[in-house]
C-alpha cells in the first residue's frame, strides 16, 4: 500500500503536493485506496476530484493548483488571478480565472473558467502552477480585465525581467483588438 502513496508523492511534488483522481489511478492507487488514505489521515480531500497530500508542505497557491486539476488536463491559471502568481501589478482577484482547452460544463464557486485554445508558448509553470504566458496574461487582462491593470503588471513584468517588449507585441499579433492594445500597452 505505501507503493501507491510514495507514487503519489512523487506525482504530487510538481503539483504542489495537489493531485487528481486521474494522477491517483495513474499511480496505482484505486478509488478504494484513496478513500483508506483519506481515512487515515495521509490525504485530504480538496474538492471532486482533488485531494492534498497531508504531510505536504502547504503551497501559497493551492487553491489555484486546485482549479486547474478540477477543471481538468490541459486547464491552466489565467488572467488576473495568473498576475497574482507572478506577483505581477495590484491585482487582487475575488475570484480564480482557469482557462481549459475543450468545452467545459463544470462550475464551482469562486473560479471562472474561460474556453480558450492556448498554444504552447502561451502555457508555462510558475510556482508550480501551470499558468499562461506573462505576454498571454497581459493581454488577457488589457482585453477582458482592467487596461490600467495590465499596463502597472507589464511595467513590473518588463522591470523584472519576466518579459521583452517583443514577446508583448508577438503575443498581440493577429490579435483582433491589436491596435487598441498597442495602445494599452505603449506606454511600457
Known sequence: MRRGLDRLYDQAESQGGYFATADAAGAGVSSRLLTYYTKAGDIDRVAHGVYRLSR????????????????????????????????????MPVVIHVSVPRPFRGTR???????????????????????????????DVAVEGDPALAIDAARDALRHGLTTPDQISAALTGHPDRARLRDLLAPM
Open 56 to 91: 505536504f508542505p502547504t503551497h501559497r497557491f493551492g487553491d489555484a493548483i486546485a482549479a486547474t486539476l478540477w477543471a481538468g488536463h490541459g486547464s491552466v491559471v489565467s488572467h488576473d488571478s495568473a498576475l497574482a502568481v507572478y506577483g505581477l501589478g495590484p491585482a
Open 109 to 139: 464557486a469562486g473560479v471562472v473558467v474561460h474556453v480558450v485554445a492556448l498554444a504552447a508558448a502561451e502555457v508555462t509553470v510558475w510556482d508550480d502552477v501551470p499558468v499562461t504566458s506573462v505576454p498571454r496574461t497581459l493581454t
